[in-house]
Each structure stands twice: as structure tokens, then as C-alpha cells.
């Protein structure tokens, strides 16, 4: 079965500037979670999808960041204005259960300056 | 809210000595615990994950782990260390029986020197 695919891999844009990163869960997983990596730090959770709902979404760190998942598939995480904090490297994951470990992407590496 | 610890940022290993990369927690209730792994370019990889049962817990790649409740630890281990096992460690712990998810350490970064 195809993994995780985010996209993409890697972003380079100004302060200032919207930028869209988008994640494709493993067909029929119906979790997806958005977390983020600052440098030196720890992966930070961001959000938790179940099929379109948030479930949780403590972890957003402002209204800057919006995140959808329309239809219940792919997800997109839109960062508008970008800010350089928000530099990072950006995991999407998804399970087909809650009880079970997460499949990761490879993650979109985004660096604002 | 859950969290996890790693206290070491960096361990270093010579290879096909035994190496042990550490993993503190704290929860309400019964945890689930995770080791993943990133190699460079790479998503992070399942490793092992304990939920109930035998305390030691045996994933890919050789790796172990053992839960130790009363230290509220799940320390990462592995007989003998091969130089591709270098790369970088996350710890992870979700609650039992909350709507709680997963939350990760800051990653210990091994290097396994020839």
C-alpha cells in the first residue's frame, strides 16, 4: 500500500508570504495528524482529523495556521502570513485506529526568512 | 496532558557495543509508549510501541525496549550497535483512555561510530 505523501518535501518563502503544504494519509485511514518539528526541538502536535472533523486542535499555534481536510482525504495546512518562527520541518501522519502507531511522511521542510 | 523526556541529546556508541537511548514519561492512567526513528531525508519510522503485556518489547531492526512503570520509563535498547543504526530516536506516549494524542520527545540523536 502507498504511505504517507506529503508535499512538498521543501519550501523556501519570505516573511510575509502563504504557503500550502498538503498531506495524503494511507487510503482508508480515517486519523490524520498534522505535527511540527522546530529545530533542536520536540515534534509538536498540531491537530488530529478524524475523516473531515478536527478532533483536536490544541496544538495550532495561532490563527495564522488554518487546516483542512475537505471530503475527509487529503489534508492541506495553510500558513498565512508565513512568519520566520515558523520554520520547521511539518510530519503529517494517519492510522486506521487510535489504539495503533502512527504512519509518517517524510515531512515538508519549511524555512521562512 | 502527556509528555515525554529524553535527557540525552546525543549518544554516541562504538559499534557492536550495546547501546541503551533513554525515555521518561508522564501520563494520566495507562500509557502507550512508541519508538520511531529518522534517518536523514527520511519520515519517521515505528519502531516498537508497548500497550499491555510483557514488559520488554521487541520491534525492528533488533531493537528493544523495556517499560519500567514504577520508573515511569521506556528506555530504548539494542544488544549490538550497527553503524547504519545511526540517526535520530523519538520517544512518543498517548493516554489509554483519553482523547489525548500522541506527544513526542526532542529526539536523541545516536551515532554509532566503525
Known amino acids: 500500500e502507498a504511505g504517507v505523501t506529503q508535499f512538498p518535501s521543501h519550501s523556501v518563502i519570505e516573511k510575509g508570504q502563504t504557503v500550502t503544504l498538503r498531506c495524503d494519509p494511507i487510503?482508508?485511514?480515517?486519523?490524520l495528524y498534522w505535527y511540527r518539528r522546530v529545530m533542536g526541538k520536540e515534534i509538536k502536535f498540531l491537530l488530529h482529523?478524524?475523516?473531515?472533523?478536527?478532533?483536536?486542535e490544541s496544538g495550532m499555534p495561532n490563527n495564522r495556521f488554518l487546516a483542512e481536510r475537505t471530503g475527509g482525504t487529503y489534508s492541506t495546512l495553510k500558513v498565512q502570513p508565513a512568519e520566520l518562527e515558523d520554520s520547521g520541518v511539518y510530519f503529517c501522519?494517519?492510522?486506521?485506529?487510535?489504539?495503533?502507531?502512527?504512519?509518517f511522511g517524510s515531512g515538508t521542510r519549511l524555512t521562512v526568512v | 496532558a502527556q509528555s515525554v523526556a529524553q535527557p540525552e541529546d546525543q549518544v554516541n556508541v562504538a559499534e557492536g557495543n550495546p547501546l541503551t537511548v533513554k525515555c521518561t514519561y508522564s501520563?494520566?492512567?495507562?500509557?502507550?509508549l512508541f519508538w520511531y526513528v529518522q534517518y536523514p531525508n527520511r519520515g519517521l519510522q515505528f519502531l516498537l510501541k508497548?500497550?499491555?503485556?510483557?514488559?520488554l518489547v521487541k520491534g525492528s531492526y533488533g531493537f528493544e525496549a523495556e517499560f519500567n512503570k514504577s520508573q515511569t520509563s521506556f528506555h530504548l535498547k539494542k544488544p549490538s550497535a550497527l553503524v547504519s543504526d545511526s540517526a535520530l530516536y523519538f520517544c512518543?506516549?498517548?493516554?489509554?483512555?483519553?482523547?489525548?494524542?500522541?506527544?513526542f520527545g526532542a529526539g536523541t540523536r545516536l551515532t554509532v561510530k566503525p
Open positions: 501522519a494517519s492510522s486506521q485506529d487510535r489504539a495503533g502507531g502512527y504512519t
Open positions: 487510503s482508508g485511514h480515517d486519523n
Open positions: 482529523f478524524v475523516k473531515e472533523s478536527k478532533q483536536d
Open positions: 501520563v494520566s492512567g495507562n500509557p502507550y
Open positions: 508497548y500497550i499491555t503485556g510483557d514488559n
Open positions: 512518543a506516549v498517548r493516554a489509554l483512555y483519553n482523547n489525548n494524542d500522541m506527544r
